[in-house]
């Protein structure tokens, strides 16, 4: 009986810690950053720590600066909003980034990511904007 507890606590263990996107809560989850209900399912963005912790984000510029002033663990996963496919989240670090007065974003910034630079090319030639890489956007939003 003890070895079975053992594998049931172990088995616990390592579930909670999966190191793996969970379901942002769309009306309910509050962003890790600026405490607004999460509502816009083509801005929301999420961390996943490497300790499998997740932060939940309504705008990718909230996360960029939560990274930057409040995450005290390595991130494993950085995830934005693909705003072509609102609620599906892609990886940060291969998206690419459009900000574009035409296009508002919850928190101001005008900021949306894609999973490829034509799908943000496309949409650029439609509403302008400039184009951003992860890194540039970062630099960017620091400003």
Not at 39 to 64: L, N
Not at 80 to 87: E, I, L, R, T
Not at 116 to 143: P, R, V
């Amino acid at each position: 009986m003890k070895a079975f507890s053992f594998i049931l606590i172990l088995s616990v263990l390592f579930i909670s810690c999966e190191i793996a996107p969970k379901p942002i809560e769309y009306g309910s989850d509050n962003c890790e950053y600026c405490k607004m209900t999460i509502v816009d399912r083509q801005h929301a963005s999420q961390i996943v720590t490497d300790k499998g912790r997740s932060y939940k984000f309504d705008a990718i510029e909230c996360m960029i600066h939560y990274d930057r002033e409040y995450l005290d663990q390595p991130a494993a996963m950085y995830l934005v909003s693909d705003f072509k496919m609102p609620g599906e989240l892609i990886d940060a670090t291969k998206a690419s980034y459009l900000i574009s007065p035409e296009i508002s974003s919850p928190m101001g910034a005008n900021l949306s990511g894609f999973n490829s630079e034509a799908a943000a090319e496309k949409t650029k030639e439609e509403y302008g904007g400039e184009l951003y890489s992860w890194d540039s956007i970062k630099d960017h939003i620091k400003k």
